[in-house]
Nanobody, 119 residues
């Protein structure tokens, strides 16, 4: 059964960096994405990776970097210059097929890891 498990969330200060990870259980997906859901808001796309190509939401472009390690079935989100508005539960998502970076376009989901950025 395919599973995604996020880790690495925590409490940081504004301007800090943090890297969160997602481990896929024994399977290599073709597409991974990170989404986030802030308190009181709907879940939104943060970034995605398919093959060697990466895609980012405008709000994180230039600050966040997504990468993957297929040998270890992992995907990572390096977050720099964090701001209080980045506070959210971050979800890893994956799929084998498709080309949409939307919730509907991703089939498998982790349970999320909380990132809190204090001012």
């Amino acid at each position: 059964q395919e599973q995604l498990v996020e880790s690495g969330g925590g409490l940081v200060q504004a301007g800090d960096s943090l890297r969160i990870s997602c481990a896929a259980s024994g399977v290599t997906f073709s597409r991974y994405a990170w989404f986030r859901q802030a308190p009181g808001k709907t879940r939104e796309f943060v970034g995605g990776i398919s093959g060697g190509s990466t895609y980012y939401a405008d709000s994180v472009k230039g600050r966040f970097t997504i990468s993957r390690d297929d040998a270890n079935n992992g995907v990572y989100l390096q977050m720099n210059s964090l701001q209080p508005e980045d506070t959210a539960v971050y979800y890893c998502a994956a799929s084998f097929y498709g080309n949409r970076w939307s919730e509907a376009g991703m089939r498998y989901w982790g349970k999320g890891t909380l990132v809190t950025v204090s001012s």
